[in-house]
């Protein structure tokens, strides 16, 4: 059996698409597969952990990683809140011969793609955009102005699945996570 050299893979796909879950699902099924955890500005939801979730910073916290170049991607997301991937964890994982995770929106994933060509791009799509939406209102965890914001930034993002290496349907979470993994070349060395 040959092994497949550690590489970056980044996971995106539009909001409420399932990136969160299926995410949590790889680190519950494939623990030794490691998922970065990024910064953001947004508040926790209910439920999210810091340090597991995301690591939730103070805005004037962001600017000061973002002046350092502490991040290998930011973007503002849906025009509000400040993702980013802290790069010093990823750059340790791929040296050690790991592989690394990225889940993260467009933007980011755009970013990475200019930094880092030869990671491998994974674009998470809807079954339709029917049911994008029915999730993402049956998450109950924003506002409806911010539910138009996020449907309207999804629109574009869909547009967007040309971009990518690879495309996985989440239409069932343990496929999806079964998929991704075997996409990632290391099916046969985790679980």
Known sequence: ??????????????TAVGKGTVSADVRTRYPRVWLSVSATTRPPRP????GVHYHFVSADEFDRMVEDGDLLEWAVVHGVHR???PRE????RLAAGEPALLEIDLQGARQV???MPDARFVFLAPPSFAELERRLVGR????AEERERRLATARVELAAESEFDHVIVNDDVHRATDE???VMGI?????
């Not at 092994?3 to 539009?14: D, E, I, K, N, S």
């Open 1 to 14: 059996m040959t092994t497949t050299p550690a590489r970056l893979t980044v996971l995106a796909g539009p």
């Open 47 to 50: 439920g999210e952990v810091e």
């Open 83 to 85: 993702y980013g991937t």
């Open 89 to 92: 964890p990823v750059e340790r």
């Open 113 to 115: 793609r200019s930094t």
């Open 140 to 143: 109950g965890t924003e506002s």
């Open 180 to 182: 991704l993994v075997r």
């Open 187 to 191: 099916a046969d060395r985790v679980g």
